[in-house]
C-alpha cells in the first residue's frame, strides 16, 4: 500500500486488515516526515480552540463534496494528491477531515438500525413535488465550488472539475428562490447586534459609577471605612505577636515574622516588640522551639529554615503588655519577582489543587514553593529580580521557587539536576544573593562580578541495600564556577570565595562541608557548554515531544498516554518526564508495556531512585506491580529494581540466582537482571535480552565462567 493521507487516516483509525496495518505502521516508523505528520494529525484533533473553516466567501478553502468523495475513496486517482496538498496546508482542514473520517468510521462500522415506525413514516410521504424539489442555480454552484486564494488555484479546478457531474446527477443543493447558498444560522452576525448589548451595559455602568462618586456622602463613608481598617490592622498585628501565634516566629534581633506557610505569598513585615520580657522568659522549661519555616516537595524530605528565635506557646501566661505610645504601622517589604523568560521548552508545575503537574506558560511569573520539573530535551531561563540573575535550568531537573529566608531574600531548591546562574547586574550594583536548598541544608551564593558564570549539579543518591530507606539529608553535587568569583556561605556563616575554573564538592554532612576546598578542573562539564547541548541526540526531537502538551490540559496523563509511542525517543522521552516528576504507578506501567527498551530503561533507573525515598515506597511498587506481573514474578520483580550493592555480588548464592533471571522468559526480568549483573562486574557483557534463545545460551555460559574463575560476581580482595 502506498503512503499517502488517506491511508494514514484509515491506519490511525483502524480500518485496515493486519498485514496492511503493520505494512502502514512499519513505513510510518521509517519515514521521520510520516511520523510528524501522525503527530500533527493527532494534535490538531485535540486542539480545542482550533478555528473551524469559513463556509462561504473566497476563504472555504476546499469543497466539501470534495472532500465527502475523497474520504469515500470516490476521487479519480489525478486529483487525490492536490486534494492532499490543499488539506495539510492547512491545520483546520486537516483537523475536520480526521474528525469526519473517525466519525465516519464509528458509524459506518456499525450497522444502522431503523424502527419499523420510522420505514412506515417514510413510505407514507409518498413521491415529492417537482415545486418542492431542490436545484443548483448555475451561479451558486459557481459559488460554492470556488476555492481560496491562498489555497492555489489547484483547488479551484477540482472543485470546477467534480461540480459538474455532482449536479449532473441530479444532486441539489439550493431551494429554487433562494439568494443565500448558506443557511441564516451560519452566516456571520452584524457589528451591531454582536456589540450593541456590550455598547449599552458599558453607558450604565460608567452612568452608576459617576452617580457614586458624585455623592459626597459615598466618599466620605470610603474614608472613614479606610481609617477603620487600617486602625483594626494594627491591632491584630500587635495581637498577634503578643500571643505567640504556632504558625510565626519572632526574631530577636528585628522583630520580623516569619511565616512557615509554603504556599504564602512571598512578603515579610516589621512590627515593634513589647520592651519588656516576661517575667519567666529565662525559664528554659516553659520556652518551646521554635517553628521552622518549611518547603515541602511531593516525594521529597522536608526542608528546614532554622530561626533565631522562640515564643512562649499557647498554655504559657503571657503578661498584658502596655499599648505602645507610637504604633508603627505594617509595613510589606517588596518580594523578588522570579520569571520564566524562555520561549521554548517544556517546564511543569505541579497544582496542588488539581494534583497534576501542567504547562507553565512562557513569560509567567513562578510562584515561590511550586514544584517545578524541566523536561529532557528542554531548558528553562530564570530570571531573578529583572534580570539581575539568570538561572538557565537544564532538562531532568526538578526545583522550586524559594519564599525569603534569613539568607536571602529569594532563591532555589534543587531536588535533583543541574542549573547555570549569570549574573546580569552592572558594576557597582550590590549583588542579589540567592539561597540555594539541597536535601536539609541551605547556602547563600553570591556572583561577585557580572560576569560571574557557575554551575551546580546535584547528583541522585544510589540505594544503599535492599529495603533500605535513604537518610533524608542524604545528598551530593558539585558547585563549578566558569567565569568570575563566587561567595559560597552556608546556613552556620562559613563562607569562602571560590575563584574560576575550580569546583567546590558538596556533601550532606555539613561539618565536612564547611572543610571542603574547591579543586581545579582542567575542562568544564560538556553539559556547560550551550553549543554541545544543541548537538544531543534527543534535542532533534524536542519539537514534536513538545506538540504533545497544552496549557489546559495535565501533563502527566499525556505523558503517560505517550508510553507506547510508535517513535521510540519519544517514548523514552515521556518516560523519563514521568520519572522526573515521581509518577512511579505509571513508570511501573511503562515498565510492563513499553514496547521499546529505551523507555523500559528509564522507567527502571526511575523506580530505582523513587524506592529508597520513602519508607511506604515499598509497599506501593508491590501494590503496582500485582496490576501487572503474576503473583509468582512480582517478588522477583520487586528485588530486582531495589538493586545490588558490591556486597550481595561476592555473595555466590545471589550470584548465581542473577545468572539464572537471564533465562527468564520475560524480556524486563532479562534485562534488569543483565543490567546489575554489568554494575557489578564493573563493564559491559556480550549478552543481549533480545537476542535469539541460542545466542542468549552461549553468552550466559561466559557470565558463569566468571563466577566459577571468581568465586562469585565480585572477586574479592
Known sequence: MRLTLRTMLAYLDDMLEPYQTKQIGQKIQESPVAGVLVSRIREVMRRRRLSAPDVSGSHIGIDSNIVAQYLDNTLPPEQVADVERVLLSSDELLAEVAACHQVLTL???????????????????????????LRVDDSSATATTSASDNGAGIAAGIAAAVAVPSTAAGVQLVRPGSS???????????????????????????????????????????????????????????????????????????????????????????????????????????????????????????????????????????????????????????????????NEGVLLRFSDVDQHWF????????????????????????????????????????????????????????????????????????????????????????????????????????????????????????LYVLAGTVKWTSELGASQDVAERTGLPLSSDQAAANKQTAVSFPTAPDWTDPAKRKLAPLRRYALLFEKEFALDQPADPSMQALIQHTNSKISELAVRGLALTQSYSALTQALAVCPHEEGRFAARDGLYEWLPLGADHGALLKKELETHYPPADVEMMYRLLWGYTREDGRDKLTSHQLVGLLHNNHVVVRELADFWIERLIGRKTEYRATNLPAQRESQIRRIEKLIEDNGALVKDE
Open 359 to 478: 504547562l507553565a506558560p512562557k513569560q509567567s511569573v513562578l510562584k515561590p514553593g511550586e514544584p517545578l520539573a524541566c523536561l529532557e530535551p528542554y531548558e528553562a531561563v530564570l530570571s531573578f529580580d529583572q534580570e539581575t540573575v539568570r538561572a538557565t535550568v537544564l532538562g531532568d531537573s526538578a526545583l522550586r521557587v524559594m519564599e525569603a529566608t534569613d539568607l536571602a531574600a529569594t532563591g532555589l531548591e534543587v531536588r535533583h539536576g543541574r542549573v547555570l546562574f549569570q549574573g546580569s547586574r552592572q558594576d557597582g550594583q550590590q549583588p542579589l544573593a540567592l539561597a540555594v536548598v539541597i536535601g536539609q541544608d541551605i547556602w547563600k551564593l553570591e556572583l561577585l562580578t557580572p560576569q560571574t558564570v557557575c554551575a551546580l549539579e546535584v547528583l541522585p543518591t544510589p540505594s544503599t541495600g535492599f529495603e533500605k530507606v535513604r537518610e533524608p539529608n542524604r545528598y551530593s553535587g558539585v
Open 107 to 133: 458509524i459506518l462500522g456499525e450497522p444502522c438500525e431503523v424502527s419499523a415506525h420510522s420505514r412506515e413514516r417514510l413510505y407514507a410521504l409518498g413521491p415529492v413535488s417537482a415545486s418542492d424539489q
Open 180 to 342: 443565500h447558498e448558506i443557511p441564516e444560522y451560519l452566516r456571520p452576525s452584524p457589528f451591531s447586534k454582536v456589540a450593541g448589548p456590550t455598547i449599552v451595559i458599558a453607558v450604565i455602568a460608567v452612568a452608576c459609577v459617576g452617580t457614586f462618586l458624585s455623592d459626597p456622602s459615598f466618599l466620605k463613608g470610603v474614608n472613614q471605612a479606610q481609617r477603620e481598617l487600617a486602625k483594626n490592622s494594627r491591632g491584630a498585628s500587635n495581637s498577634t505577636v503578643r500571643e505567640g501565634l504556632p504558625s510565626t516566629t519572632v526574631s530577636e534581633a528585628d522583630g520580623v515574622p516569619m511565616t512557615n506557610d509554603a504556599n504564602a505569598v512571598n512578603t515579610t513585615a516589621t512590627t515593634r516588640l513589647d520592651p519588656a520580657p516576661p517575667p519567666d522568659a529565662a525559664d528554659d522549661s516553659k520556652m518551646v522551639p521554635a517553628a521552622t519555616a518549611t518547603i515541602n516537595s511531593p516525594g521529597a524530605a522536608t526542608v528546614a529554615v532554622k530561626p533565631k528565635s522562640v515564643v512562649p506557646g499557647p498554655s504559657d501566661p503571657v503578661p498584658p503588655a502596655p499599648a505602645p505610645v507610637n504604633p508603627k504601622p505594617v509595613v510589606a517589604l517588596p518580594a523578588v519577582p522570579v520569571q520564566l523568560v524562555s
